[in-house]
């Protein structure tokens, strides 16, 4: 499809282990972003990335978040020792403006689920 | 991305009645404020945004409201149709690249 694609659409794990969520952008769009919605909660801004440059970490929660962006394309969010506080939904999004706009094309999500 | 969630507030509505969706933001220094819509099991769809300039924009069947002085936002949609059945975010930024989500509002239309 043309759309964002995410992958695992939903993903259990036991407390502790770490987890990768891949997150294909729609071709052609710059801007690449990952959220978080916890049950019955508003998206949280986790990581931006824009082109080549710098990514802005500042809304990942702690260490134990990663993500990398290769080749301005497929997107990975890593999470290693994961912890139970760390179930939600896992929202990736991209832009294809250059400069800020909130219209961005979002995923299905990834279902986390740590036991 | 589904939203399910027991303490959402729930706005129930008619169908063919207006629907008017609000919003309170935090920041006063925000400039830009978006509403998304997201259904069931899907990732939020952007609907409409409006800048700080203007305190009206619409679109189709859609218009949002903007009162700074209160920081308020509004979103109303005219004939809501079943298909308008979902929760609705509304979103700020104040520049930079994060937008800042509020809590959601659960749309119901009742046939």
């Known amino acids: 499809g043309a759309g964002v694609s995410q992958s695992p659409s939903n993903k259990v794990t036991e407390k502790g282990k770490d987890v990768e969520l891949r997150c294909d952008p729609i071709?052609?769009?710059?801007?690449l972003y990952w959220y978080r919605q916890s049950l019955g909660q508003g998206l949280e801004f986790l990581i931006y990335?824009?082109?080549?440059?710098?990514?802005?970490k500042s809304g990942l929660p702690s260490d134990r978040f990663s993500a990398e962006r290769t080749g301005g394309s497929v997107s990975t969010l890593t999470i290693q020792r994961t912890q139970q506080e760390d179930s939600a939904v896992y929202l990736c999004?991209?832009?294809?403006?250059?400069?800020?706009?909130?219209?961005?094309?979002f995923g299905e999500g990834s279902r986390l689920t740590v036991l | 991305g589904e939203s399910v969630g027991l303490h959402l507030p729930t706005l129930s509505v008619q169908e063919g009645d207006n629907s008017i969706i609000n919003c309170a933001y935090s920041n006063s220094a925000s400039d830009y404020f978006i509403w998304y819509k997201q259904e069931s099991g899907k990732g939020p769809q952007f609907i409409i945004d409006i800048r700080s300039n203007m305190d009206k924009r619409q679109g189709q069947r859609v218009t949002v409201l903007l009162n700074k002085t209160v920081k308020h936002l509004s979103l109303q949609i005219a004939a809501t149709q079943p298909g308008d059945s979902a929760v609705y975010f509304c979103?700020?930024?104040?520049?930079?690249?994060?937008?800042?989500f509020g809590g959601g509002t659960r749309l119901m239309v009742k046939p």
């Open positions: 990335f824009q082109g080549n440059s710098a990514p802005d």
């Open positions: 071709s052609g769009h710059t801007a």
């Open positions: 979103a700020e930024n104040n520049a930079g690249n994060m937008l800042t």
């Open positions: 999004a991209s832009s294809l403006a250059s400069g800020f706009t909130g219209e961005l094309f």
